[in-house]
């Protein structure tokens, strides 16, 4: 018989069989709460280690076992309760925490995301980033509005933790002497 792996997760918070049993001790009854809610009270809950978990639809937190070995500087999603979050609907992103002052996701972060295709949630200090999925800056293949020196320059203070809104740019705007970046940058601070 297959037994079952040891828990790893803070004893104050056992591992659940599926999202359904997971008790989330920081609710009252009859709260309404958000996945990025959850995300950040199940992060300080326990300050000292990475906590993870999978965001299910868009909608919901399932709280996974860090079977790391260093569960205070780094963090390995249970195999098993990835399974069982994907019997409960769609991972649509995933989230940990970060013990120390480290606001963005670290390299090994990246490495792990630009993997998964998916996108990466943070919890630090009380609040949540959310990282979407961006490729390698290295080695982009250039498409113009696509994938040019605007999208580089965007994708780039993103994982910084800076937003850029997108804007349109249209062929040939470098030949009506325009200032796309200087002009756009501007409205948006």
């Known amino acids: ?13 056992p591992a659940p069989a599926s999202a359904a049993d997971f008790v989330f001790p920081w609710r009252a009854k009859g709260d ?24 299910i639809d868009d909608q919901r937190l399932f709280p996974c076992r860090n079977i790391h070995p260093d569960p205070a500087n780094h963090f390995r999603i249970d195999e098993l309760d990835w399974i069982l979050a994907e019997e409960q609907g769609l991972i649509t992103a995933i989230f940990h925490s970060h013990v120390g002052d480290l606001p963005v996701l670290s390299a090994a972060d990246r490495a792990a995301q630009v993997v998964t295709e ?13 990282f979407r999925n961006v490729p390698h800056l290295l080695g982009r293949k250039f498409d113009h509005g696509v994938m040019d020196c ?31 970046y200087i002009k756009n940058l501007a409205r948006v601070g």
């Not at 018989?1 to 918070?13: E, H, T, Y």
């Not at 999208?151 to 470098?174: K, Q, S």
Request: hydrophobic content about 45%; overall charge negative; glycine content about 8%.
């Open 1 to 13: 018989q297959m037994q079952s792996p040891a828990l790893r997760l803070p004893p104050a918070i």
């Open 118 to 130: 998916l996108p990466w949630w943070l919890a630090q200090g009380g609040q949540l980033r959310k």
């Open 150 to 180: 605007f999208t580089l320059f965007r994708d780039a203070y993103h994982l910084g933790g800076v937003e850029i809104p997108m804007f349109e740019r249209t062929n040939g705007w470098w030949l009506r002497h325009e200032n796309l």
């Open 32 to 55: 309404v709460m958000t996945p990025e809610l959850d995300c950040l009270n199940y992060a300080a809950a326990h300050p000292d280690v990475e906590v993870c978990g999978l965001i």
